[in-house]
C-alpha cells in the first residue's frame, strides 16, 4: 500500500483519510565486531505470535529498524542476508494485516558507543566512556562528540568517500531492496539527530534558561540535575507551562541553528538518494534530539510532496525507574510545541516515539493522555517500544482500545476509552469503506442524521462510503 499526504493528512490510494496506530521495533545489536547480523545482535527478539498479537490490538503501523551497521558491516559491502530478513518481517507485518515505516534508527550515534553507525564510520581517536544513564553521553562523551562532528560535517572515510555519502547510499540500497514490498509505507531517514560538540553547550543553554526563568542560581541547578532526588524536584517547576515554554523559547535559536545548518542538507541527500528509487513512499523527518525535551523544532520543510513530521517526546522521567511518575503536564506541553512546528510545516503528523512506559504498574494515566491528545489532534503514532513480555504489561493493555483506521472522507473528530468510541466524518464517495477497531460493543452509525449501515466483523466495524455527515457510536 502506497500512502500521500494531503495537508495535515494522510491517504490512501482510495482516497480514505487514514489514522495509523503502532509501535516500534528495533534491534539494535551488541558490541560484536564481525560475525553475521545475527550474531552481532541484528536479529529481532520477537516472534510471528507476537506480530500477530500486535495487529489483535488494532495496530495498523510498524516502525521497523533498520540499522546502518547491519546494513554495511563493512564500506560498500551490504549484508543482503540482513535485508532478506528485514523482508521476511515486512512479510509477517503485510500477513498481519499492518504496514511499516523503516527507521534508520541511531543511539549516540555508533555501534561503538550504543547503535547505529558502523565501527568503520566512527572517526575519533577519543576514548569512550559509558554514562550512568545512556543519552547522557551525548552530553559527556568526548569520543560521541568528536563521531558526531566528523559525521556532521561529511567528513571522509574509507576510500576518502564522505560518510554522509555513504549514508545516503546506504539508504539508497535499503530502498533498492524494500521500496516494492506492500508492507512498505515510508522511511524514517535518521533517529533524533544530535549534534556533536554542541550539545553540551545547547545543555548547559537550557540550563542557564531554566536558571534566569526560575530565579535560581544556575551552577546549583546544574548540581540538582545530577542528583536524582534534587532533579525531580527542579522538574516538578516545569509542570507550569509558561516556565517550559520561556525555557524552551530561550534555547531554540541553538536547536533551529543545527536543524538548517547541519541536519537538513543531509536530509536532502538522503532524500535525494531515496527518491532515486523509490519516488512516492512517505518521507518521515525527525527533529533535533533536543526537541524531544520541548525545544521548539526550527527544522525547514524538505519540499517533498509526500513528506511527514515525526516527532519524538518524552518526560524527562525517560529510561528512569520513575516513568511511572511522568508528568500529563510537561508531556502536554512538549506535544504543544511539537503541534506548533506541525502546522508551521503543513504537514502530516507520525508520532514516531512516545511512551517508553516500560512493564511496570501504573502507566495507564500517562498512556491514556497522550493517546487522547493524539486523538484530538489527528495524529498518527508508533509507541516506543515493543520488548519481551509487552503483552502482558500494563501499557500494552492501556494501548489496546478502539480506533478510527480509514474514514471514507475526512475525518473530522474522534474520541476513544477502553472500551468506546466515538466519531465523526465528512463522508465521500471513495471506493472503500470507512473501517474503525472496535473489539467489542454495540454500534451505532448515523449519515445525515439517520441510521445506516455499519457491519461488524470480528474487532473490526466498517460502514460503506457515501457523501454526507457521519457518526459512529460504540459502547
Not at 527507521?103 to 569512550?128: I, K, R, V
Not at 559525521?151 to 554522509?164: E, V
Not at 539527530?193 to 543553554?205: D, I, K, L, R, V
Request: charged share 20%; hydrophobic share 40%.
Amino acid at each position: 500500500m502506497k500512502l500521500r499526504s494531503d495537508g495535515h493528512k494522510l491517504r490512501d490510494a482510495s482516497g480514505r483519510h487514514r489514522v495509523l496506530h503502532g509501535i516500534n521495533l528495533v534491534a539494535k545489536g551488541n558490541q560484536r565486531p564481525a560475525g553475521s547480523f545475527s550474531d552481532r545482535g541484528f536479529r529481532g527478539e520477537w516472534t510471528p505470535d507476537d506480530i500477530a498479537d500486535l495487529a489483535a490490538r488494532g495496530f495498523t503501523l510498524i516502525r521497523l529498524g533498520v540499522i546502518w551497521a547491519a546494513v554495511e558491516p563493512e564500506p560498500g559491502r551490504y549484508d543482503d542476508d540482513y535485508l532478506d530478513w528485514v523482508r521476511s518481517q515486512l512479510d509477517l507485518i503485510h500477513g498481519a494485516g499492518m504496514l511499516a515505516v523503516l527507521d534508520s534508527h541511531q543511539d549516540l550515534y555508533s555501534q561503538a558507543f550504543s547503535d547505529g553507525a558502523p565501527t568503520w564510520a566512527t572517526l575519533t581517536d577519543q576514548e569512550f566512556s559509558a554514562t550512568e544513564l545512556w543519552s547522557d553521553a551525548y552530553l559527556a562523551s568526548p569520543a560521541v562528540h568528536e563521531a558526531l562532528d566528523r559525521f556532521w560535517s561529511n567528513a571522509g572515510g574509507p576510500g576518502g568517500i564522505g560518510l554522509q555519502d555513504r549514508f545516503a547510499a546506504m539508504w539508497a540500497h535499503v530502498a533498492t531492496r524494500l521500496h516494492d514490498h506492500p508492507a512498505v509505507v515510508g522511511y524514517d531517514l535518521l533517529n533524533e539527530p544530535t549534534p556533536g560538540s554542541q550539545a553540551p553547550e545547547t545543555f548547559a543553554a537550557l540550563i542557564g534558561a531554566f536558571a534566569t526563568v526560575t530565579g535560581q542560581d544556575p551552577e546549583q541547578v546544574f548540581a540538582d540535575f545530577a542528583d536524582n532526588e534534587a532533579k525531580f524536584a527542579q522538574l516538578g517547576r516545569l509542570d507550569d507551562p509558561e516556565v517550559y515554554r520561556a525555557v524552551g523559547d530561550a534555547v531554540q535559536p541553538l536547536v533551529a541553528a543545527f536543524e538548517n545548518e547541519a541536519v537538513a542538507p543531509l536530509m536532502v541527500r538522503v532524500r535525494d538518494s531515496i527518491r532515486s528509487v523509490d519516488p512516492i513512499s512517505l518521507i518521515l523527518r525527525e527533529h533535533s534530539y533536543f526537541a524531544n525535551m520541548g525545544i521548539p523544532s526550527g527544522q525547514p520543510a524538505l519540499g517533498d510532496a509526500n513528506e511527514v513530521y515525526s516527532p519524538h517526546g518524552y518526560d524527562l522521567t525517560v529510561d528512569t525507574p520513575a516513568i511511572a511518575l511522568s508528568s500529563n503536564t510537561r508531556a502536554g506541553t512538549i506535544f504543544a510545541r511539537h503541534a506548533e512546528t506541525a502546522d508551521r510545516l503543513g504537514m502530516p503528523v507520525i508520532v514516531g516515539e512516545w511512551g517508553a512506559l516500560d512493564l511496570g504498574p501504573g502507566v495507564t494515566g500517562h498512556a491514556t493522555f497522550l493517546q487522547d491528545l493524539f486523538d484530538e489532534r489527528g495524529w498518527s503514532w508508533t509507541y516506543w517500544c515493543w520488548q519481551e513480555g509487552f503483552a502482558g504489561s500494563e501499557a500494552a493493555a492501556s494501548l489496546t482500545r478502539p480506533r478510527p483506521i480509514a474514514f471514507a472522507g475526512d475525518g473530522v473528530q474522534w474520541r476513544a476509552t477502553a472500551d468506546t468510541l466515538h466519531a465523526r466524518w465528512r463522508g465521500a464517495a471513495t471506493a472503500e469503506p470507512s473501517v474503525f477497531f472496535a473489539p467489542s460493543g454495540q454500534v451505532t452509525a448515523l449519515r445525515n442524521g439517520a441510521a445506516t449501515e455499519a457491519t461488524r466483523t470480528g474487532s473490526w466495524v466498517s460502514v460503506p462510503a457515501a457523501e454526507g455527515d457521519f457518526e459512529l457510536t460504540v459502547k
